[in-house]
C-alpha cells in the first residue's frame, strides 16, 4: 500500500487549506486518517474516518476541520478551516489495511500557518 498526499503550504491565520490522500494498492482499506508532528514532538491525531463514516477529530480541531472519504477511490480528505499558527506541522496520512492488520504511513506534507 502506497499513500500519496497533497494539498499542504502556507496560509494565513484564518486561512484555509485541503489536504488529499490516496491509498493505492490495496481493496480492502479500513479506517484512514490524518496525525501532524512537529520537530521533536511525538505524532498526534488530527482526525480519522472509518469505511461506514463515523470520524472522529482532536479536541483542538474540532468544529474547525473536517475530514471526508471517498471508499471507492481509497481518498480521505482533510478540509482545514480558522486555521491558527498552532495548526502548523507536518501533517501525515494514515491508512489501516483490514485484511492483513497493517498499518501505512504516507510521506507528510507542511502545513504553515503565519499571524
Known amino acids: 500500500v502506497q499513500l500519496q498526499a497533497s494539498g499542504g503550504g502556507s496560509v494565513q491565520s484564518g486561512g484555509s487549506l485541503r489536504l488529499s490522500c490516496l491509498a493505492s494498492g490495496s481493496s480492502t482499506i479500513g479506517s484512514m486518517g490524518w496525525y501532524r508532528q512537529l520537530p521533536g514532538t511525538q505524532r498526534e491525531l488530527v482526525a480519522t474516518?472509518?469505511?461506514?463514516?463515523?470520524?472522529n477529530y482532536a479536541d483542538s480541531v474540532k468544529g474547525r476541520f473536517a475530514i471526508s472519504r471517498d471508499n471507492a477511490r481509497n481518498l480521505v480528505f482533510l478540509q482545514m478551516n480558522s486555521l491558527k499558527p498552532e495548526d502548523t506541522a507536518v501533517y501525515f496520512c494514515?491508512?489501516?489495511?483490514?485484511?492483513?492488520?497493517?498499518?501505512?504511513w504516507g510521506p507528510g506534507t507542511l502545513v504553515t500557518v503565519s499571524s
Open positions: 494514515n491508512a489501516f489495511d483490514s485484511r492483513w492488520g497493517m498499518q501505512y
Open positions: 474516518i472509518l469505511r461506514s463514516g463515523t470520524t
